[in-house]
C-alpha cells in the first residue's frame, strides 16, 4: 500500500471492522499514548497499525499475538519516537530547502573559494616578485607546491571531525587558522619560513574542505546532496576564474605602495578569512535543529524531513545528528573497521585520484599552455577564464539533474567521456603539430567541465552509499586521502620541455579520465548485484500490503537503504 505524500491531513481516521481481529491502518496526526498493540508510523502522516478484536476494541498484548509470532518482524517503536512526530506542508519543505541554500551552502561554498585562493595564490606572487626577494630556486619553489599537498594528504583523516567536534567550534578554528597562516606569508624572510608555512597550510585547509560535503550530509537528503555539493565545489573553478584578474589589481596597487606587491597580495587575500572566522562561529549550525537563522517551525522541519533517511543509528545519535544534542557525536569503530575493508571504498577513491590528476594539472599550466598556442601571455590570462566560467555552469546543471534522475554513475561516465575527448583532441593535434589553435583551445571546454563535474559526483555518490556517519566520514576520509595524492602526479607531468603541445601530458589526463568511466561502470555494475542481494534477502515479506523489515524498528518514514546507481 502506497504512503501518502508530505502534507497536512484532515482525515481523522478511517475504520474497517470485522467480525474477526483484523488489522487497522489509521492516518493520524500524532499518536498521544503508547497502544497496546503494534504501531507503524510512516513520514509524513503517521499510521497506527493495531490489532482489533471482534468487539472493534484494541488488543491486548496477548490477543495482538505479539510472543506468538503473529508479527514477528515488527517490534514497537519508542514512545517518544512516535510522540515526537509532527507534520508539515511542501510549502514548508520547500521553503526549509530555500534557506538552506542560501544561507548554508552560499556561506560554505564563500569559504571554499577563500581556501583556495589562499592556496593558490603563491603562483601569482611569484610572478610579483616572491622569488626574486627570497632568492628562490626552481626547486625551492616546486617545494613549497609539494608541502602543502603534502601535510593536506596526511591530514585528510580530519573529516571525521566533523562528527566528533561541534562544527561551529571546528570549522571556526579551521577558517581562523588557514586566514593567519596565509596572512603571516606576507611577512615571510626566507624559504624554511615560507616552506613551514605552507605545510602549515596544507593541514588548517586539509581539515575544511573534504569534510564539507560530510557536514551537508547532515542537513540533506540522499536525493538532494549532488546540487549542493555541485554549488560548493563550483566554488573552484569560479574562484578559478577570477584569481587572476584579483592578483593583477593586488600586485598593481602594491607597485605604488611601502610593501612589496607579492607580501600585499598575500595579506589581502589571507586576512579576510580571519573576519570570516567571527561570523562562521555565531552563524554556522551544529545542526538542523540548531540553526539559528530558521525560525523554530522551521528548525523543526528540518529535522523531521530528514528523518524519511533510514540509517542504522539510533533515536539518541539522530538527535545529535539532527538536533545538535550534546554538540558533538560519537564514531563507532567497528563501522570504521567496515568501511576500511570494504572494496567499494576503494573504487570511488581512485575515482577521485584519477580525476585529480587532470584537475591540478589544469589551473597550474592552463595559462602556459595557452600562450604556448601562440597567444601572449595577457591574452592567455583572459582566456583561461571562459573555460572554469563553463565548468562553473556545467557543474550546477549535471548536480541538478544528477539529483532529479537520482543516478550518479551515468553522468560521471558521461563527463569522464567528455574530458577524455577534450584531452584527446588537445594531444593527437600536439602530436601532428597542428596549427590550429582554436580546435585546441575549444577542446579545453569539456576537458575542464568533465572533470569538475565527475569530481562532484564522486564525492556525493561516496556519502549516498554509506548509511551511517561513521561509514560516511570514514568514505570520505579514504576517498580524499587516495584521491589528493593525484595532484602530485597531475604537476609532474607538464615539464616546459615537452611544450608547446605537451603530448604526453594531455595523454596522461585522457588516460586517466577514460579509467573514470571503466571504473564507474565497474561500481555501477557491483552495486547493482547488491541491491538485487538486498532485495532478495528482504526478511520480513509484507503485511497488508506494507513492506515490513524482519528485525527492525519501524519509525518514521524510514525506506529501506538501497544503493544510489
Known sequence: MPFPSSHRTSHESTSHSTDESSSKLTPSRRSSHSPDGLTMVNEPNSFELRTITPHGQPASRDESGEGDGLLPSIRRPSLDSVQSYELYTPDEDRAVLRKLD?????????????????????????????????????AQYEWLLWAFYITYIMFEWMTLMYRLVPPHIYITLCILSWGIVASLQAVATSFSFLLVLRALLGISEAAFGPGVPFYLSFFFRRHELAFRTGLFISASPLSASFAGAL??????????????????????????????AVWAWEFVPDGPGLAKWLNPRQREVAVLRLRQEKDNEN???????????GRGGKVNINEVLQTLKDPKCYLTAFMFFSCNVAFSSMPVFLPTIIRDMGYQSITAQGLSAPPYLCAFVVVLATAYYSDRMQSRSTFIMLHSLLATLGYGIIAVSGYYKSTNTTVRYIALYPAAAGFFSAITIIITWTLNNQETDSKKGTGMAVLNIIGQMGPLVGTSIFPEK?????????????????LVGLLAATLRWVLSRENRKLRENEGGGTYAGIPLEEGATVREGRKKFEFIL
Open 315 to 325: 533515536e539518541e545519535q539522530e538527535d545529535e545528528k539532527y538536533q545538535g544534542r
Open 247 to 276: 592578483a593583477y589589481l593586488i600586485t598593481k596597487v602594491g607597485e605604488r605602495g611601502p610593501l612589496s606587491p607579492w607580501r600585499l597580495l598575500f595579506l589581502l587575500e589571507g586576512f579576510p578569512s580571519v573576519l570570516v
Open 102 to 138: 542560501r544561507r548554508l551552502v552560499l556561506f560554505m561554498a564563500m569559504l571554499y573559494c577563500l581556501s583556495f585562493l589562499d592556496r593558490s595564490n603563491i603562483g601569482n606572487a611569484r610572478i610579483a616578485g616572491l622569488a626574486d626577494d627570497l632568492k628562490l630556486t626552481s
Open 498 to 514: 615537452d611544450g608547446p603541445y605537451y603530448v604526453k601530458g594531455m595523454s596522461i589526463c585522457a588516460a586517466f579520465m577514460l
